[in-house]
T-cell receptor, first 116, second 111 residues
Framework: NAGVTQTPKFQVLKTGQSMTLQCAQDMNHEYMSWYRQDPGMGLRLIHY???????DQGEVPNGYNVSRSTTEDFPLRLLSAAPSQTSVYFCASSYSGQRSSYNEQFFGPGTRLTVL | KQEVTQIPAALSVPEGENLVLNCSFTDSAIYNLQWFRQDPGKGLTSLLLIQSSQREQTSGRLNASLDKSSGRSTLYIAASQPGDSATYLCAVILRSYKLIFGSGTRLLVRP
């Protein structure tokens, strides 16, 4: 049971480049989400999904795109990278729906992204 | 709008001391509350989850309490060790499963 995995661990982009941060979980969790962590700002929700085919925006969605074609995977796409997107990105997952009485959230190890 | 505050922002204690970390939230309409630990440059490790119907949860030397009516949670660490040094984050879980995080308490346990 690998839990929540994220790739890559580190990435450097130039302004305007695009890339996809990968997130996968093997716990059959319905709920998955992406957060960014910045000094002085804490962790902020970017996008989330309550199941395959269903996604919604969080607090800071601009500049990011997501899709959820399978239960296991929830990739985050940066369409045109900007220096303001330099951050540490975390993916998280949990049960929801009928099992939501115990929706402990599990986090991946993070991706450190630098946009020059 | 739900806001989560953690006090103190930083704490330095000698090894062996018992300590309490505080978390407060402005809206009592939370689903659950979760405490995390984050080591420098690492991800978040879940420590304890308290369901809204519970008053406390215990795991080893850790005990977390929840008082929804007053909007407060505490994390009690018994007999602190240098390995406990980390940032501790409190997060309320809303019914939409979204997490609202506090800014964390940086703990240093001195040998």
């Amino acid at each position: 049971n690998a839990g929540v995995t994220q790739t890559p661990k580190f990435q450097v982009l130039k302004t305007g480049q695009s890339m996809t941060l990968q997130c996968a979980q093997d716990m059959n969790h319905e709920y998955m989400s992406w957060y960014r962590q910045d000094p002085g700002m804490g962790l902020r929700l970017i996008h989330y999904s309550v199941g395959a085919g269903i996604t919604d925006q969080g607090e800071v969605p601009n500049g990011y795109n997501v899709s959820r074609s399978t239960t296991e995977d929830f990739p985050l796409r940066l369409l045109s990278a900007a220096p303001s997107q330099t951050s540490v990105y975390f993916c998280a997952s949990s049960y929801s729906g009928q099992r939501s009485s115990y929706n402990e959230q599990f986090f991946g190890p993070g991706t450190r992204l630098t946009v020059l | 709008k739900q806001e989560v505050t953690q006090i103190p922002a930083a704490l330095s204690v000698p090894e062996g001391e018992n300590l309490v970390l505080n978390c407060s939230f402005t809206d009592s309409a939370i689903y659950n509350l979760q405490w995390f630990r984050q080591d420098p440059g690492k991800g978040l490790t879940s420590l304890l989850l308290i369901q809204s119907s519970q008053r406390e949860q215990t795991s080893g030397r850790l005990n977390a309490s929840l008082d929804k009516s007053s909007g407060r949670s505490t994390l009690y660490i018994a007999a602190s060790q240098p390995g406990d040094s980390a940032t501790y984050l409190c997060a309320v879980i809303l019914r939409s499963y979204k997490l609202i995080f506090g800014s964390g308490t940086r703990l240093l346990v001195r040998p």
